[in-house]
């Protein structure tokens, strides 16, 4: 991985008196000593604040709390810390909150292995204990599996994308719980599954 991307953003966050920390795949992929193409990134700026020192980022979907910035010429992707609250239609949450604290956002994420933080020190910050999971090979759902699915069914071919690239297990009731709602993958948009799928052959 390019640490100089992810320092380099540190930096100027830092600067202006925010953290950033490595998150998601970024991380996962980093701790197990593989390629990392893609980076996200979270902040406790909001997107209003990062654009008091990053004016030229890329904010169309702020309200999202997502913002894209190029560093070194790549597209890095930074999103704030945030809740997520009232899913809908079994894919995008009702109401965000912007939070100021780890422990209030990893609780949104889909699996263990992708909640793991990175901080400016390249320290690790693991309340879902997803270092264990990566060291045991599993792919387990944080919290009530069902609830997670039920939040984003498509959730459901993540874990068997992430299981099959990675050549993990999926946890055991992680498993019945995909079992029990995949049913609810029929009230997905076509769409959505087609890119899923050809995420999976991609790897």
């Known amino acids: 991985m390019n640490k100089e991307i992810f320092t380099k953003l540190v930096n100027i966050f830092n600067e202006n008196g925010y953290r950033l920390y490595m998150i998601g795949g970024t991380t ?41 910035v190029k560093v070194n010429g790549v597209k890095v992707d930074v999103t704030t810390l945030r809740v997520e609250e009232d899913y809908e239609d079994f894919r995008h949450p009702g109401k965000i909150r912007f939070v100021k604290t780890i422990e ?33 090979k599993l792919i387990r759902f944080i919290g009530d599996p069902e609830k997670r699915i039920k939040e984003d069914p498509l959730r459901i071919l993540r874990a068997n994308r992430f299981a099959n690239k990675l050549g993990f297990k999926i946890e055991e009731n992680s498993q019945k719980a995909m079992e029990k709602l995949n049913y609810l993958l029929d009230k997905l948009n076509p769409d959505k599954i087609k890119e899923e799928e050809r995420k999976s052959k991609s790897h």
């Open 28 to 68: 996962r992929d980093y701790l197990l000593g593989l390629d990392v193409f893609d980076f996200d990134f979270v902040t406790d700026a909001t997107p209003e604040e990062i654009k008091t020192f990053l004016p030229n980022a890329d904010f169309t979907f702020a309200k999202f709390g997502s913002v894209r």
């Open 104 to 136: 209030e956002d990893y609780v949104r994420r889909d699996f263990t292995i992708n909640a793991i933080y990175i901080d400016e020190d390249f320290k690790v910050i693991d309340p879902s204990h997803g270092l264990e999971d990566l060291n045991n």
